[in-house]
């Protein structure tokens, strides 16, 4: 069995998750069933499905934050995706620089929050994209 750690993620990022389609079944049927045995995603969208399906959600100021309980592999995977994102989105027009860095922060609250309330987060970066691994034992 895996423990689990606590994934926060800010409206920001949760956005970026929901414009690309990677939360099935959001707003109203969020469920990891949903994902076909055959979707390229199907990693990426069985762990945001798993997670958004239990997320509390809490305002924060003008934003809001999103918490729950998940596998690090899960964790993994959806910080991955996130800095995917943000190191595509950094090399295009001003605008979408912007919106990388709005990423990158999130992600750096992310992790931040994963080390004060987990086993800690690896992170590897190689030029324009970073990799991050939640480190967490099987039991």
Do not use: C
Request: aromatic letters at 6%; hydrophobic letters at 40%; charged letters at 20%.
């Amino acid at each position: 069995m895996t423990d689990l750690v606590q994934l926060k993620l800010s409206g920001t990022l949760l956005g970026i998750l929901v414009d690309n389609a990677h939360i099935p079944g959001y707003p109203t049927n969020v469920d990891p069933e949903l994902v076909d045995s055959d979707d390229p995603d199907r990693e990426l969208h069985a762990a945001t499905a798993r997670w958004y399906s239990i997320a509390t959600t809490q305002r924060v100021g003008h934003g809001t934050r999103h918490v729950a309980p998940v596998a690090p592999r899960d964790a993994s995977e959806i910080l991955n995706y996130l800095s995917s994102a943000a190191g595509a989105l950094a090399t295009g027009d001003a605008d979408a620089r912007r919106e990388a860095r709005r990423i990158e922060a999130g992600l750096a609250g992310a992790v931040a929050y994963l080390r004060r309330n987990g086993p800690g987060v690896k992170v590897v970066s190689d030029g324009m994209f970073t990799t991050y691994t939640v480190l967490g034992g099987e039991s």
